[in-house]
């Protein structure tokens, strides 16, 4: 198996503009999360979902953050209007049962200038 | 509020010494994970622990259920083993807690 895959792996952007990660999980896993890594608050939940449904959004930071999640093998993470203070890594990782190890993609380096 | 700390933040040893990294939690929970993110920013899941110990090559990780701690073991180590050591509680839910991480480096 690949793995989790996430694309873009860098992504630089302007403040204001309109930023898409995207991820597929690992075949089979029932359960996707996206992160966010800062060097200030080091690894944060943002959402997760089972089956496709977001299950807790509770640590998406604001409305300007939002995802997705189509089919059981893509999920985006959307931010408009970017800001600087979005600048992050951005990890999406998927398990296959509750509790479970979870296995995360590379990243994506996000910078708002 | 659910706590992890972990100790020491960061760590320097000479390669083949023996390394102890400390995590503790504050209220119950269903796993323990460990894991490992490398300078080049990958993260990879060690360890997932409910009880007792498990061991993985030069890897060791312990947890006391009574105590709330839980301790990541490096035998020999190696230059190799340099990375950022993330612990992580999970509860009945599939939310991952995080501690903020110890950084070890191991001089060859």
């Known amino acids: 198996d690949a793995g989790v895959i996430q694309s873009p792996r860098h992504e630089v952007t302007e403040m204001g503009q309109e930023v898409t990660l995207r991820c597929k999980p690992i075949s089979g896993h029932d359960y996707l999360f996206w992160y966010r890594q800062t060097m200030m608050r080091g690894l944060e939940l943002l959402i997760y979902f089972n089956n496709n449904v977001p299950i807790d959004d509770s640590g998406m930071p604001e409305d300007r953050f939002s995802a997705k999640m189509p089919n059981a093998s893509f999920s985006t993470l959307k931010i408009q209007p970017s800001e600087p203070r979005d600048s992050a890594v951005y990890f999406c990782?998927?398990?296959?049962?509750?509790?479970?190890?979870?296995?995360f993609g590379p990243g994506t380096r996000l910078t708002v200038l | 509020k659910n706590e992890v700390e972990q100790s020491p933040q960061n760590l320097t040893a000479q390669e083949g010494e023996f390394i102890t990294i400390n995590c503790s939690y504050s209220v119950g929970i269903s796993a323990l994970h460990w894991l490992q993110q490398h300078p080049g920013g990958g993260i990879v899941s060690l360890f997932m622990?409910?009880?007792g110990k498990k061991k993985h090559g030069r890897l060791i990780a312990t947890i006391n259920i009574q105590e709330k701690h839980s301790s990541l073991h490096i035998t020999a180590s190696h230059p190799r083993d340099s990375a950022v050591y993330i612990c992580a509680v999970s509860y009945t839910g599939n939310q991952f807690y995080f501690g903020t991480g110890t950084s070890l480096t191991v001089i060859p």
């Open positions: 990782a998927s398990s296959l049962s509750t509790g479970g190890t979870q296995y």
């Open positions: 622990l409910s009880s």
